[in-house]
């Protein structure tokens, strides 16, 4: 069976910010030898953390640490229909408390070799660990594609972004869907990850058409269909009653003018801030008035209407669809010049900060 690697945005749920190389995970895993403190990275922490400000809603499938996947109820259910023993799945808990999340960590069972590090590249002298295994410059080889009996794996090698020690840069482990499952997602609607750009498995074969199309007619009715949430009225109060905290001004139709976008209740009490608002001090994301908001940033489109209306020192910023009456949010990332989907609405994402 045809499978491929599948990525998403840099963003994690459970990976903490990104110093210079320096990913740190917010669940700990035990050192399974103590004399390179290389951890035992089967081992599965419970509580599962996921770190509040992160937690993506507008999504439903994610990639979590280590190679394992963070998903919604209904894609556990399909996993759990159709693949059944190919994933086992865990609560998860906003970091350093015991309330659940809406996420399942579904942990891949089966393993497989997608790559292997070269001979030459220093080893623990307790345990063999090498001590660096950068995939671009000190793997043998590095499979995107692979045949394989199951439609969920994750590889049992593991890689680091730092090439003189895994200590600077935490490790990842890489993660395979089917093509055919892959492209069911699709069909299915489930955003939050993608095959790998360089995939070759592009067109679908003959066969993987066909299961696709079966398992839509065999799917229970619930596992159809995603559960939308729209903002509701005492959500909207919520978000006025946050603004007036703020130095506000009451400005009107300077949206539409600026824009040429009809606006709506809550972009008018968005627009009234009049300072910038500092959202979340250790990444820098910052809330500015109007006339710093920008459209279609990085792209060229009379289709989309993306609005950033935050952001922070490093060139990344937060958009609202400003077509959608929810307006969910984006996060565009400068360094590869794309938007991914994070939430659902508007009002998701400023609770993250705003909420305790």
Known sequence: MRASMVCCSDESMDIKSTVFLSDTPVNHYPAKCNTCSFPDIDNIPYPYYLIKKKIFSGIEIHLADLGNLLVSSRVKGIIEQLFPGQCLFHSTFIEGTLIHTDWWLAVIKIKIVSGEVKDEIPRCHCCGTSLYAHPGTQYKYWYFDVDIEYDIVKSENWHSMSTKNWLDSWISRDTFLSVRFIELLKRLKVKGIDQYFYSKN?????EEKKWVNNVLLSLNEDLITPKVKHIAREEI????????????IEIKGEFTSKF???SNEIIDTLSCISKNILLDNEKEIELVPLKDWALNIGINSTQLKFISFCFDPYGNSWAFDATDSDLSIYIYNHEY???ELIHSTIIEFLKTFWLK
């Open 260 to 262: 040429k976008i009809k």
């Open 337 to 339: 010049n794309d938007y």
């Open 237 to 248: 109060e919520w978000l006025k009653e946050i603004i007036t905290q703020f130095n506000s």
């Open 202 to 206: 592009i067109k679908l074969l003959d």
